[in-house]
């Protein structure tokens, strides 16, 4: 299942997930990925590599 997710994260942001997450950088970015703003942002980020600003952007609600 790594490997999946190594291979996924390659094609969209050229980072792979396992060591974007070793490093503590953000997959899509490539930012410090080290301060969160809840628990639950912090729990995201090990599942989809994102940094803060990343989650703030992907997961924001669309404007009307």
């Known amino acids: 299942m790594e490997s999946f997710k190594d291979e996924l994260s ?3 942001h050229g980072r792979a997930l ?6 503590r950088q ?4 490539g930012d410090r990925a080290d301060i ?3 628990d ?3 729990t995201e980020y090990f ?3 994102l940094c803060q ?3 703030d952007d992907y997961f924001a609600e669309p404007e009307e």
Do not use: E
């Open 26 to 29: 953000c997959v899509a970015c």
């Open 53 to 55: 600003s990343c989650q």
């Open 47 to 49: 599942i989809s590599g």
């Open 10 to 12: 390659l094609n969209l």
């Open 40 to 42: 639950l942002s912090y």
């Open 18 to 23: 396992s060591i974007a997450k070793a490093n």
């Open 36 to 38: 969160f703003n809840d």
